[in-house]
């Protein structure tokens, strides 16, 4: 049996297992307001035109960062972080 942790995480494998990144934007200010967030966080476009929209937490409460590491050098890691 599955833990509720790779149940999640296999979920979205499925999602987004053999999308292509299209483009890479930040929300912007009217999208924002439309959420009732303050921050304006990045936005992953896919080919098929889905998205990501990065969240400060579950519930959607506002924009949020997110950290990318180059796993093969542990040393080259960015924040992406809200407007």
């Known amino acids: ?23 890479c934007r930040y929300m912007t200010r009217e999208e924002a307001d439309q959420m009732g967030w303050y921050k304006r966080p990045l936005i992953i476009v896919f080919k098929d035109e889905s998205y990501i929209i990065l969240q400060s937490d579950d519930e959607g409460n506002d924009g949020g960062a997110a950290l990318y590491e180059d796993i093969p050098s542990k040393e080259n890691y960015h924040i992406i972080y809200t407007l």
Do not use: R, V
Request: aromatic letters at 4%.
């Open 1 to 23: 049996m599955k833990t509720k942790d790779e149940a999640h995480s296999a979920k979205f494998t499925k999602l987004l297992k053999g999308k292509k990144i299209d483009s």
